[in-house]
């Protein structure tokens, strides 16, 4: 439970359908050898862990590791957010789709509030000329979540996100994992725009408090959002490892819940 009374928002959670939930957090696991936290990716158990430290709001995605399951995830996640008002929803894309124009135009019209990419799921680098189509599409009208990083992949370097943010200044961007999961070393070198904002998702199990904190103030608190990266890590062990980092009250607060708010125009 969430006894310091903070309002919490989980900035990085994917959800399932039910009928797949188990098996997508297998597949998961199995991608990254981690042992996963929650056996089920479905949005109930996401509800009852975020329960436990008070979570008002979720940012929810899933991810089109091919072309054909764009249009069933987004229709997943829009109907997710209508039957819960405190997902927030991210649509996916994917770099080989033929209709990519249509469907931008399809998820915002459908009050859709971003869009999440994972270059390492679905294989395409960042700066790849594909990708930067979806950018030029949804600059200035969407933000896009891009997972970042991974010492095994080249697809999600940070560099690789300089240049997208060099080339579309208007493009806001959520650089999951700190910057890069694996790769903080790079980030912090190389993601300085004002336009790019940082979720803790995956990041503080791995890295001292001391480096977190570090990435964290480099960046500028003010660009921050806590995030889970559900059904990986567990709601209470993850605040608690961002508690731990030692900020003071003002900033626990813009990080855990103010930040995303503000970043969404989330007002209730």
């Known amino acids: 439970m969430n006894t310091l009374n903070y309002e919490v928002c989980d900035a ?31 949005p109930a158990s996401l509800i009852e862990g975020g329960r436990k430290i008070g979570v008002t709001h979720y940012l929810v995605c899933s991810v089109a590791t091919v072309p054909h399951q764009v ?30 124009d249509e469907e931008i135009e399809k998820l915002i019209a459908s009050g859709i509030k971003g869009i ?26 969407l933000p896009v979540l891009i997972h970042m990083g991974d010492s095994r992949y080249d697809y ?3 560099y690789r996100l300089e ?25 912090i070198t190389c993601l300085y725009s004002e336009n790019v904002y940082f979720d803790t998702s995956s ?14 103030s480099t960046y500028g608190t003010d660009r921050i959002f806590f995030g ?26 813009k990080i855990l819940s103010g930040n995303f708010k503000r970043f969404f125009n989330i007002t209730d």
């Open 203 to 216: 990041s503080l199990a791995f890295i001292t408090p001391e480096f977190a904190k570090e990435l964290i």
């Open 156 to 158: 999600s370097r940070p």
């Open 116 to 141: 999440k990419l994972h270059p390492d799921f679905q294989r395409f680098n960042i700066d790849d000329e594909r990708a930067m189509k979806i950018y030029e599409r949804i600059e200035g009208r």
């Open 71 to 100: 249009k069933s995830i987004n229709s997943f996640i829009l109907n997710e957010c209508k039957e819960h008002p405190e997902f927030v929803g991210l649509g996916t894309l994917h770099p080989d789709c033929d209709d990519t």
């Open 12 to 42: 990085h959670a994917h959800i399932f359908p039910e009928a797949i939930a188990q098996k997508a957090v297998t597949s998961i696991g199995d991608f990254y050898s981690l042992d996963m936290y929650y056996n089920s990716g479905s």
């Open 228 to 253: 889970t990266d559900f059904p990986m890590w567990d709601h209470v062990s993850e605040l608690e490892r961002f508690l731990a980092l030692g900020f003071d009250e003002e900033t626990n607060k």
């Open 163 to 187: 240049r997208v943010v060099n080339a579309f200044p208007k493009l806001k961007v959520i650089a999951a994992h700190l910057g890069g999961y694996e790769r903080w070393e790079e980030a």
